[in-house]
């Protein structure tokens, strides 16, 4: 894809809030306000991904959602980005989900959306994510790796997959939003992101049927997903992507030693 094509054709939304207003323990270890300005190999978090998404996409506004402007008032590459124009902050709300919908109303659809943390983003995957998100017919993608990838990219793995007929999965904090029908999957993971832990959450969001079948582990990752989509009325596409870095982020002290031994030996 063009930087043409990009033109005017979607916006970056990046998640920096606090979730559910209290402080990260990494926050709170690096004397910080926020997760996103914890220093990885000298650099905060979201300074990364936004050197990342800004040469990735260069047409492409961005957009952070975070409690108040404030709270990056000393970071050197939010502010430079906000006095050339590039990047509006919006507020963000106490959840997740909350913060898509309120920032959506600010910034146009389509959206390509990820987190602060997820310092491993690379050019490629977002370009893959806008290439898949502009094809007909779709309404969200998620992005996610193998779990074969992911511990060849790192012998500590994920710890936890989502196990299919064909292999386990984990997302990579990457998704696109077509349009406010794409917020119906929001609203489902609202009760189902935790559905490896919490199994009626998945089952009130999902169904009885697609439950079993999860747990009997007798669909692949695009049959779930074909199922998932039919039940909420919204065409969720898997992008599987082949690099397991992108699915590791920034979560306690363990992936954090995990992530920067990567950017350490990718010299970044």
């Keep these: 894809m063009s930087s043409h094509e990009n033109r ?14 209290t ?5 709170q270890s690096a004397g910080v306000s926020h997760k996103c300005l914890v220093p990885v190999l000298g650099r905060s978090l979201i300074g990364r991904v936004l050197d990342t998404a800004e040469k990735a996409l260069p047409d492409a506004p961005i957009f952070v ?16 980005l906000r006095r050339e124009g590039r990047l509006t902050i919006i507020g963000a709300e106490p959840n997740l989900v909350d913060s898509v919908r309120k920032a959506s109303e600010v910034a146009d659809f389509p959206l390509v959306v990820t987190t602060a943390d997820n310092v491993l983003v690379t050019a490629e995957a977002l370009r893959a994510m806008a290439a898949q998100g502009s094809r007909p017919g779709t309404d969200a993608v998620l992005a ?7 511990e060849a990219a790192h012998s500590g793995g ?15 904090n990457l998704f696109w939003l077509s349009g406010p029908k794409a917020l119906r999957a929001a609203e489902a993971f609202r009760e189902g992101g935790q559905f490896l832990k919490v199994a009626g959450r998945m089952q009130r969001s999902f169904g009885t049927l697609n439950l079993i079948l ?5 669909l692949t990752l695009r049959q779930a997903f074909g199922r998932i989509s039919q039940r909420l009325g919204v065409r969720i596409t898997p992008l599987v992507l082949s690099d397991g870095r992108l699915a590791i982020d920034v979560d306690d002290q363990r ?10 030996a990718a010299g970044a």
């Design 23 to 27: 402080l990260d323990p990494l926050a």
């Design 65 to 80: 959602s975070i409690e108040g402007p404030a709270a990056l008032a000393e970071e050197p590459t939010v502010q430079r």
């Design 255 to 264: 992936s954090k030693e995990m992530v920067e031994e990567l950017l350490g």
């Design 144 to 150: 996610m790796a193998s779990k074969r990838d992911i």
């Design 158 to 172: 994920k710890g936890r997959y989502y196990e299919f007929r064909d292999g386990g999965f984990s997302n990579c």
């Design 214 to 218: 999860f747990r009997l582990k007798a």
């Design 8 to 21: 005017a054709k979607f916006n970056v939304l990046i998640l920096a809030g606090m979730r559910s207003g």
